[in-house]
């Protein structure tokens, strides 16, 4: 157990898939995996582990925003031996050819900053994705009918943006969307050695103003969630 993981060391899988959403989460398990167990819900953010196609798979809630998903991606690496982690998240359209509904699969992330920041002081640190899962999602996507996009993606510190010169700036960069979480994942995968990746379904659009409904942004994103098992067990 951990200070915000409650669940026994065995109770966890190699491979994580992570939303913000612990709903999301619950859904996610009851829907895709065989055999969920909740193996804890320290704070609400509920853990399940089962089996897809038999392979062992925990589900875990990150939190909104980088310091809660370095908190659950720190224990999940260093305590649990976790090797395998992908966000299955939402994230905003900045793009007018990235639709609602359709799947972002992020090969690298900007931000203005992570928890890493501190640490890295003047050097701008590029995270980046695991490539044999990006390869792994980008393959699996062509079974899904869903519109999907590899890219650049915004990690933000905020979803109520003040700065919408920067928003201006990833647009014209051919940023694809906006989320909260993947920038500090892919940091702390890439210096613990372990595969990370983040895979979104884009639930609101920063240039049209749709929005999809929270009910649906629990349980309704399961084509990104068939791309992540499938990338996750290639
Ligand atoms: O739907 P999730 O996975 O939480 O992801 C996005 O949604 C939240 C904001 O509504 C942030 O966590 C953002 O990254
Ligand atoms: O972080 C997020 C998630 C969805 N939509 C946004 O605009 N930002």
């Known amino acids: 157990m951990t200070v915000h993981i409650g669940a026994e060391k065995g109770q966890i899988a190699e491979t994580v898939l992570m939303p913000g959403d612990p709903y999301r989460a619950k859904w996610v398990a009851e829907t895709f995996l065989d055999d969920a167990e909740l193996v804890h819900e320290v704070r609400g953010m509920f853990g399940f582990t ?16 980088m310091p809660s998903m370095s908190i659950y991606a720190n224990e999940l690496i260093r305590d ?58 980008v393959k699996a996507a062509k079974s899904v009918d869903v519109g999907v996009h590899v890219g650049g993606i915004y990690s933000s510190d905020t979803f109520y943006s003040e700065r919408k010169d920067l928003d201006e700036q990833m647009q014209r960069h051919g940023i694809l969307g906006v989320e909260m979480e993947a920038a500090e994942l892919y940091t702390l995968a890439n210096r613990y050695g372990v595969r990370a990746l983040g895979i979104m379904t884009v639930s609101d659009h920063l240039l049209t103003g749709e929005a999809l409904p929270s009910d649906q942004r629990e349980k309704s994103f399961g084509d990104m969630v068939e791309i992540a098992l499938n990338a996750a067990f290639a």
């Not at 939402?90 to 609602?100: A, L, N, R, T």
């Not at 090969?107 to 792994?136: G, Q, V």
């Open 50 to 65: 089962g089996s897809w196609k038999g392979n062992r798979v925990t589900i875990q809630g990150s939190g909104m925003g």
């Open 80 to 137: 649990y031996g976790a090797k395998t982690l992908i966000r299955i998240g939402s994230c905003g359209g900045m793009q007018e050819h990235v639709k609602v509904r359709d799947v972002i699969i992020a090969m690298t992330t900007t931000s203005t900053s992570t928890p890493s920041s501190t640490m890295f002081r003047e050097l701008n640190f590029a995270p980046c994705a695991d490539y044999s899962l990006l390869s792994a999602a």
